[in-house]
């Protein structure tokens, strides 16, 4: 029987020590591509964004997501996840009534002209990406969208917003209002999950992450990595006893619960600070598969958090406790799917 020094040093003979690679992407095996180590290692960067105003140029935007995008090269992320409407203000706050005002914060194609930079310059470092923008479709509908990019710069996936907060019309009661129900549809596409960049990516954004059918559809489908960006005010607009403390913790304790029950690595990207006036939480976070906090931004502004997301350590609780085919109980959820209010129980009489 060889003992353990022996066998260590004949085990790094046949596989060698995985590295990260000094640029462009990840960690690699004496030039390998990514997709073909033996450890499905993916460096993730979460680009959390501060403020952007009313008056700030999609270029001026974009500007700033390249920066960010070079310090994730120079670290050797593989992916950069930015945040929810990642190109604009978080226009939802405002009433509008004029079509074309509102249209005016809508992308009509992807890559548009300002984000093909983007898309060119992340390609030129091999790293993937994703983040949200208002989608405007040839036939007039509008979502909230949000895609994800291949480390060659092709889309590989869309993702439209399915849960979506506040309210239609203006509303008096509100501090602020949260128009998200009259700017967009609901997302039509469901919660599909991409084969990519070596592992099994999913998209949800902003509120969403509150939702635990949003976690375990995807979980359903085995996805290792789910990549979101939100915009959440650091106040509750009808309850102001409700600011940023108790904002945070319900945003980590749906993060991690996500996490946890799907055996999921879950990268959440903020647009934080103050815009115009309307301060939005940091507090972008990077969550593994077991529900622990690996990585969380520091300040309200542009920020890069990265962490090495190994895939491979989703396997041990997708294969254990939340080994869903020999455990779930389908015959008893029905009501998650046939109904959406609460129906309670009769009254006692
Ligand atoms: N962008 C977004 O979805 N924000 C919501 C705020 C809800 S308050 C109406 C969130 O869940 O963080």
Redesign the pocket.
């Given at each position: 029987m060889p003992s353990p020094v022996v066998l260590a040093a004949a085990i790094e003979i046949v596989m060698p020590v995985l590295r990260p690679a000094d640029r462009s992407g990840g960690w690699r095996r004496d030039g390998v591509p990514q997709e073909d180590a033996l450890t499905r290692m993916l460096r993730v960067g979460a680009a959390q964004m501060g403020p952007i105003h009313k008056a700030d140029s999609r270029q001026a935007v974009v500007g700033r997501m390249l920066g960010l995008l070079d310090r994730a090269s120079e670290r050797g992320c593989s992916l950069v996840v930015y945040p929810?409407?990642a190109l604009t203000t978080?226009f939802?706050r405002w009433y509008m009534t004029d079509q074309a005002e509102v249209d005016s914060w809508f992308e009509d194609e992807m890559p548009s002209a300002a984000t093909r930079p983007l898309f060119e310059r992340a390609a030129r470092h091999r790293i993937g990406l994703s983040f949200g923008y208002a989608e405007r479709t040839p036939e007039g509908r509008h979502f909230?969208t949000s895609i994800l990019v291949d480390r060659h710069g092709a889309i590989v996936g869309k993702y439209r917003?399915v849960?979506?907060?506040?309210?239609a019309e203006f509303d008096p009661q509100r501090r602020f209002q949260?128009l998200?129900k009259r700017y967009f549809e609901p997302g039509d596409f469901g919660f599909p999950v991409w084969r990519t960049m070596g592992g099994i990516l999913g998209m949800c954004?902003?509120?969403?992450?509150?939702w635990p059918e949003t976690y375990r559809v995807m979980g359903l489908q085995g996805v290792e990595l789910i990549v979101l960006g939100?915009?959440?005010?650091s106040v509750?607009?009808?309850r102001s006893a409700e600011g940023p403390e108790q904002?945070l913790f319900h945003?980590r304790l749906s993060l991690q619960a996500g996490a946890y029950q799907n055996s999921t690595w879950v990268v959440a990207v903020a647009k934080a600070g103050v815009e115009d006036g309307h301060p939005l939480?940091a507090g972008s976070v990077i969550v593994g598969p077991d529900g622990a906090i690996v990585a969380e931004s520091a300040t309200e502004g542009d920020e890069l958090i990265v962490a090495d997301c190994n895939l491979d350590a989703t396997v041990f609780g997708k294969q254990t406790i939340f080994d869903f085919g020999r455990h779930r109980r389908i015959e008893h959820y029905g009501r998650i799917t046939s109904q959406t209010g609460i129906i309670p129980p009769p009254e006692a009489r």
């Open positions: 929810e409407l978080f939802p909230n917003k849960h979506l907060p506040g309210h949260h998200e954004i902003c509120n969403d992450r509150r939100y915009n959440t005010p509750n607009s009808q904002r945003h939480i």
